[in-house]
DNA sequence: TTGACAAATGACTAATTGGTCATTAGTATA
DNA sequence: TATACTAATGACCAATTAGTCATTTGTCAA
């Protein structure tokens, strides 16, 4: 378990170096000052470590701006935090950015493809319902035009924490983003994304939460954990997949207890989505 | 010069199938149906080939977005047209664009990237001209950012013709982002592009179009024609290249002479900016 | 100290890579 | 037909690749 994490580490500096296949096997072991053998200890193949790399990475930045949009208090407040929220990211992971969100288009790989576009779509979702607590019913013909726009501002300006080391303000990027969205709201009047073209794009890739694979998840959680507050709520939480008993609230503040870790993030997000909290 | 083509050509569909580095020069030549010799006698290396479809690609794309904005005779009409015509090369030349627009998967090579990020820049300012020509002198300090938005919606919707074959109407599409774009023009008050910003963005990679490249160039076109009006005229600019004697006037019906010709798209559009019409 | 088991090694394989070059095929001129 | 030339070939090379496996090392309890 440690060691898969070294690798990752590792790998994932080479990646950016170098690039995806450029980057050989060997080079990840010397740079961890492991044998070739043990790097086949932790992953079957190559592509595994690959894609368990896309996996670590897209959920970090998914459950994030989830959990942004989830949770501002204040209703005026949500966009600045959100676009706050996004480019932190991007500014704080501008390197994984660069390689997952990227590489999108060309790669060969079909699961690879996959993989990342269902992430993708996660974070369009979680893009939609910001929008529509922000705006409600007011704007159920725009919406999803709307969304698109967000994506595009958030890739453009993207570019200013990839590609250059400024020194940006976030906040400004934020609100200044945030007037433009708004403005956009309020006066579109001739969208070009509707409902139906919207659901045929993220249709195809729809992905589903199994129970088995979200226990999994927990148990893989909780071998990671000393005995803690966090790792019984992950007990209890696993408890509560096979057999629900316990409220959604108390559910709920199960979830919150081990939001803070790092590698729980995703898990969270998930436990959400699954008790549809 | 034939066999160059038809490597790119191969090369090309290949790449769009498996990607970058997956694609051998081997499976390059078999679907050519030409020896591995004969390959190296176009190129000498793997890597040139790869810069040459770079070029190729990008300078078509380039030429055709300043054509349009530079030869729209309605002012009015002009923002629906440049949406027009991305689009319609997006739709055209959707596996190009995949391959060659979402740069950093490339990241390895560094001068792959300066070379994608100097045509990027010249979109830039295609654009920047662009937006001048619609509001002048009164969004001075918000037409950088104004660019920047212009960029967003290309980037997101495009998305739409990358992944999947949609029946999409490019006329629809073109007029709702121009209501977009000058929705944004009218109300937004607080850009976060500023002048000294772009400047940072753009200059790093600045390119220059020497004299001798430029000529080069006008050969190149040259050897590939027969005798015509165009390739007297690709003559006559040569020399006007060595020494400017005919009027800037009849220089431009020259180039407008040549410009409808696929391969010499780009070199009108250099020969533009170089005799600074 | 011994024995049992898991963790880790790195020499090895088989396949593939980009690139070369002595050789051959094809063509035009004399 | 003979000569001179270029265009094209494909066997070959050294380097590198992902992945394997017989062997060694480390770590326990008995």
Redesign the pocket.
Known sequence: MM?KQLIMEKAFELFSEQGFEAT????ITERCG?????F??SFK???ELIFSMIDHHMQQFVADIDLVVRNVVNKQDLLVEFYKSIFKNFKKHSKSARIFMKEQGLTANKELFKKVNSYEIMMTQSILSMVEELYGVKLQDIKYDLVYCIKGFVRSYSELFMFYDLPIHVDELASSLAEKTNILAQNMTNPFITKELAQIVESPFDQEISTDKLKELLDQNIQGLEESIERESLVLLKEQIEQQTLSKTIIKGLIENIRHLTDCKWTAYVLIKYFEL
């Open positions: 060691k050989s096997v060997q080079q492991i044998s070739k053998g043990a086949y200890l193949t190559k592509d």
